[in-house]
C-alpha cells in the first residue's frame, strides 16, 4: 500500500521560501515519476512540478518556473520541492503524488500540507 507523507508547510511572508518533502513507503518507486500539485480555496487542483525517476527530467508550471525546484532522493524514497520568492497566490494545499505509469495519472496522492504566504 503506497504512502505519501508531506511536511513543511506553513506560513511565510511574500518574498520568503519553504522546502516541502514527501516521504513515500510501501512499495519499491523504481520508475515512477514524482509530482507536486496544489489546490487554492475555490480552485481546481493544478499541477506545480513533477520530476522523472533519474532526476533527469524535470517539468514545472509557467507560474513557479524559475521560483520552484523539484528534487528526489532515490536511496531515501523522498521528493522533495523548494519553493522561493514566495507570492500571496501561491497559499494553497500542496500535494505530493506518485505515477508508475506512463500515462500521467497520479495514481497516489498524499494528504497534503498548507502553505500560507502572506504579503
Known amino acids: 500500500q503506497v504512502q505519501l507523507v508531506e511536511s513543511g508547510g506553513g506560513l511565510v511572508q511574500a518574498g520568503g521560501s519553504l522546502r516541502l518533502s514527501c516521504a513515500a513507503s510501501?512499495?519499491?518507486?523504481?520508475?515512477?515519476?514524482m509530482g507536486w500539485f496544489r489546490q487554492a480555496p475555490g480552485k481546481e487542483r493544478e499541477f506545480v512540478a513533477k520530476?522523472?525517476?533519474?532526476?533527469?527530467?524535470?517539468a514545472y508550471a509557467d507560474s513557479v518556473k524559475g521560483r520552484f525546484t523539484i528534487s528526489r532522493d532515490n536511496a531515501k524514497n523522498t521528493v522533495s520541492l523548494e519553493m522561493n520568492s514566495l507570492k500571496p497566490e501561491d497559499t494553497a494545499i500542496y500535494y505530493c503524488?506518485?505515477?508508475?505509469?506512463?500515462?500521467?495519472?497520479?495514481?497516489?496522492w498524499g494528504q497534503g500540507t498548507q502553505v500560507t504566504v502572506s504579503s
Open positions: 503524488a506518485a505515477d508508475f505509469t506512463p500515462y500521467g495519472t497520479f495514481d497516489y
Open positions: 510501501g512499495r519499491t518507486f523504481t520508475g515512477s515519476i
Open positions: 520530476i522523472s525517476w533519474s532526476g533527469g527530467y524535470t
